[in-house]
């Protein structure tokens, strides 16, 4: 036999491994195939499990915030109110101490706040720390004009505002007018005193019409010292030199008199009627 043949008696040593992927039994594969479906299902339940926590956590921090005071009004700050109280404002825009945040609508509560007919203008915010802070600037008034049912503020711009009792404790201090009701002596009235600074006007307790002088109202201007001012209309501008002369001469239960020609004031017998 030549070298490279083999005898069908010679056994042949085969020594070569085959290469390939290798296969797996049965029984591995359904074991594989069984931890696999293990591992899905695991996995679902986690996914599920860590839904149910998270929607439960985050209920359980809304409920907390709804019933703490981090969802409601914890401080309210009112700057510029002087004729209006702060219970009237606040009863006017429905807020409290302690409302809900989610509940409050800053539009809504600035329209509110002018709709306010002493309000000249205003604004709501709402600041850090849950404050709702509310400014305001109110229309200025210049007397109380008295009425047979009731009384009215008249402003520096000729308006006239029904007054409450409870506004009235807060402005005592306006001259009171009486015996006038023509309107337009009154807006004529209201524009003359709104020139006059808050010292000459609360020095004013009473303003009554006299008789008529040249076509305007002779006025009759009882004051807190005791004295009385007689002075046209067109003259009240020169109040501000009965108030340096008084202060001078500390002058009480006398009358006076200011000229509408030169604002002259002079001293005069006080009549008897």
Request: hydrophobic share 40%; with cysteine; aromatic share 4%.
């Amino acid at each position: 036999m030549t070298p490279d043949r083999l005898s069908p008696f010679e056994r042949i040593e085969d020594k070569t491994v085959l290469s390939g992927p290798k296969v797996e039994s049965v029984d591995d594969l359904i074991a594989k195939r069984k931890a696999h479906n293990r591992r899905i299902k695991r996995n679902r339940w986690l996914k599920r499990l860590g839904v149910f926590i998270l929607t439960l956590t985050l209920a359980f921090l809304s409920y907390a915030y709804l019933i703490t005071p981090l969802s409601t009004v914890n401080r309210i700050e009112i700057i510029g109110n002087h004729m209006l109280s702060k219970q009237e404002i606040l009863a006017t825009l429905k807020i409290t101490q302690g409302s809900p945040l989610y509940d409050l609508d800053v539009v809504k509560l600035n329209d509110a706040l002018t709709s306010i007919d002493l309000v000249k203008k205003g604004t709501v915010t709402l600041t850090p720390h849950n404050t709702i802070r509310i400014d305001l600037t109110e229309k200025r008034g210049v007397a109380l004009i008295l009425m047979p049912s009731e009384l009215i503020l008249l402003t520096d711009e000729a308006e006239f505002i029904t007054m409450s009792a409870q506004r009235l404790l807060l402005n005592m201090n306006l001259p009171l007018i009486v015996g006038m009701d023509d309107s337009q002596e009154l807006s004529d009235l209201a524009l003359i005193l709104g020139t006059l600074n808050d010292e000459i006007l609360v020095n004013i307790s009473e303003i009554h019409k006299e008789k008529t002088l040249y076509n305007e109202p002779q006025l009759r201007l009882m004051m807190q010292e005791g004295n009385t001012v007689f002075a046209p209309l067109s003259a009240l501008s020169a109040l501000d030199k009965y108030v340096k002369m008084v202060k001078m001469t500390n002058e009480t239960n006398s009358c006076f008199s200011i000229a509408d020609i030169n604002f002259s004031l002079v001293k005069l017998e006080c009549p008897t009627h």
